[in-house]
């Protein structure tokens, strides 16, 4: 048999014994909203097939403006398997950005970032921005006329930043229109830059589960039951729960390929009811409660500050929470905290729907 001979020779060289004991000795609380904890593991799982779809689909991607469409075309129709991989990375990207939002806000909503856990709120926030830039990067390189034209809005969107708008938006576009060379350097950030930094940051965030532990909400701090080890406990139910979403994944990736749309044209007018992704939908939706003008003032630079100063306060909640930290309850936050997941909610649905 191959594996007892393997198993020998690892057992050889590595002292296997004491990882299993440091496994074992690993306990997961136990508790009513310990559910929370597997949605990190999800996200975990998706990236990693992401970054497997990912690899297979580029050797057959041409990052150029005149065979970028094409190239789609023929991983769909031509190569063996490619309508399934890219219909798998597709909805692996979606649910992924899913997971993102959900373990965000549920460490929100339970107050996981209290103090000494801040740097695990900033990794986590920060990589919710990565996905999101995965997700806009990825939709670019498709090159028909709905991604083409969502990317300028999106970027455009950028440009009305105050000071440093025009040069967000050059820098993204890599000009002033998107045009080829915003291809090669979407291309750039999403099979090479945000791979990177994820991979730097998702190690980061799991050395610090490991060093802080997980963390238990303060409401049931003093009812929860002992603890289950890691390992085999948690570990096969995240095998499990893994599966089960390899199978939503699947299925979704035969019964509901993605669309392919007519190939941008730079110089046509912009497809009627164009819509971007779901994630951005909110923040469509939010620019259309300001009307043009508000004063003197142009009213899509306004909300752009205003969405800005919404981020920027959803960032720094940790640090603003001084209660959590001293293991208070800290209501007002909690408040907040529901008030920011139902406006995501309410504005992404009247998106939809609209």
Known sequence: MIWPKFKSWVEERYDIKELKKLA??????????????????????????????????????????????????????????????????HWGAQLCIVFVFTHLFGTLLVKSYRKPREMLWVTGFILLGISI??????????WDERAFAAVRVATGGA??????????????????????????????FHVAILPLLSVLLIGLHVLLVQYHG??????????????????????YKDIMIWLVV?????????????????????LAAAPENIKPEWYFLFMLETLKLFPGTIWIF?????????????ILFFFLIPFLDRKSGRGERSTIFTIIA???LLYFLTMTAVGFLS
């Open 24 to 89: 074992k000795s690993k306990l997961v609380p136990s508790h009513r909203y310990d559910i929370l904890y597997y949605t990190g593991g999800i996200t975990l799982f998706l990236f990693i097939m992401q970054f497997i779809t990912g690899m297979l689909l580029a050797f057959y991607y041409t990052p150029h403006v005149d065979y970028a469409y094409e190239s789609i075309i023929n991983i769909v129709t031509k190569i063996n398997m490619g309508w399934f991989f890219r219909s798998l990375h």
């Open 133 to 142: 830039f995965f997700g806009l990067s990825g939709y670019l390189l498709l």
């Open 159 to 188: 440009g009305s930043f105050p000071i440093i708008g025009d040069f967000i938006k050059i820098f993204l576009r890599g000009g002033a229109e998107v045009t080829g060379d915003t291809i090669t350097r979407f291309y750039a």
């Open 214 to 235: 997980m963390s238990v909400p303060l409401s049931v701090e003093d009812k929860q039951k002992e603890g289950e080890p890691f390992f085999p406990n948690v570990f």
């Open 246 to 266: 390899l199978g939503i994944v699947v299925t979704m990736a035969v019964f509901l390929p993605p669309e392919i749309g007519q190939k941008a044209n730079p």
């Open 298 to 310: 142009n009213g899509e630079t306004i909300a752009i500050l205003c969405v800005s100063a919404g």
């Open 338 to 340: 529901v008030i920011y």
